[in-house]
């Protein structure tokens, strides 16, 4: 036995970074909301940067564990207690056995990661440990978790701890969200006038917000002058324009085709800070052409390196 969970909490899955090239299967990616906070949790333990650790929404966790270890809560709350003793976030902690962890009072919206130094000893299904609701596939077929499950890990200890002053990339601080867009090869079906009032408009994040896509509202929809298109395969952070005229953000466990026009993506690391949001957020969008988009992508994994 190794770490027990004691409570249940409102929705924690067990993630790595997903299942890469099985869409044309019908598998989604899945994987980390927060690749940011994942990636740096597993950084700060020096530990491979692909070891599962859980992601944590809403609500408390509380977890025993019974064998020692090293550990790290990457996320941006304030309660984390080892039995009663307060621990601070984005620095790692020696567990011992017997200890109890409770994190609590995890904002709506909010993701928080808790890794393990060298992680999860977990069957990996495609390539990967990620739990997948949608597909069931990963631990307890992709079930979140709940009072009394158990999982695995390596004993670890030792002494030594890191703790991270850097800056903090997925963090929302600003009342209007900037998400920086590249325009798609469908951005042809949408007017001059369309895509002028899309870059202007100031959206509200819906209550329709998961992990599968994020659905904005505002008072002036986007008109798309063809009804649909041939259902196809959609990336990470496709803008969707249904006949609503209200975009739909496609995010990690985003369905693997679909039938309704692009008019751009959100860059993928943006889709980080999106997924520390929660409805009533306001989103605005801002075109970047394609080397913007990977100059900013190589510079945010260079600091994983």
Known sequence: ?????????????????????????GVSNSGASDEFLFLLANKLLENEYNCSALEIS????????HKNTKAVVC????????????????????ICKDQTLKIKNIPFGKKVYLSL?????????????????????????????NKGDILNYNEYEDNYHKKYKGEYFSLVKDEIL?????????????????KKKFFNEIYEISNDFN??????????????????II??????????????????ILLKNRQTIGGYPKIGTVLGIDCFKLSQCASKQKIKF?????EQAQEFTKNFYKLFL
Request: charged share 25%.
């Open 1 to 25: 036995m190794s770490l027990e969970i004691l409570n249940n909490p409102i929705f924690t899955t067990i993630q790595d970074l997903g299942r890469v090239g099985f869409m044309h299967t």
């Open 58 to 65: 809403m609500g408390s966790i509380e977890i025993k564990f």
């Open 75 to 94: 996320g941006y709350i304030e309660e984390i207690y080892l039995d009663d003793f307060k621990v601070e976030a984005f620095k790692t902690f020696k």
């Open 117 to 145: 130094k060298d992680g999860f000893i977990l069957d990996n299904i495609l390539g990967s440990s990620s739990s997948s609701l949608k597909e069931k596939l990963g631990f307890k077929d992709g079930n979140k978790l």
């Open 178 to 194: 900037t998400l920086n867009v590249l325009l798609s090869y469908q951005e042809d079906f949408f007017n001059k006038e369309e």
């Open 211 to 228: 992990t599968m896509a994020c659905k904005l509202k505002s008072e002036n929809p986007i008109i798309c002058e063809i009804d649909g």
């Open 231 to 248: 259902s196809e395969g959609i990336a990470y952070g496709s803008i969707q324009i249904p006949k609503d005229g209200q975009p739909i």
């Open 286 to 290: 801002k075109e970047i052409n394609l």
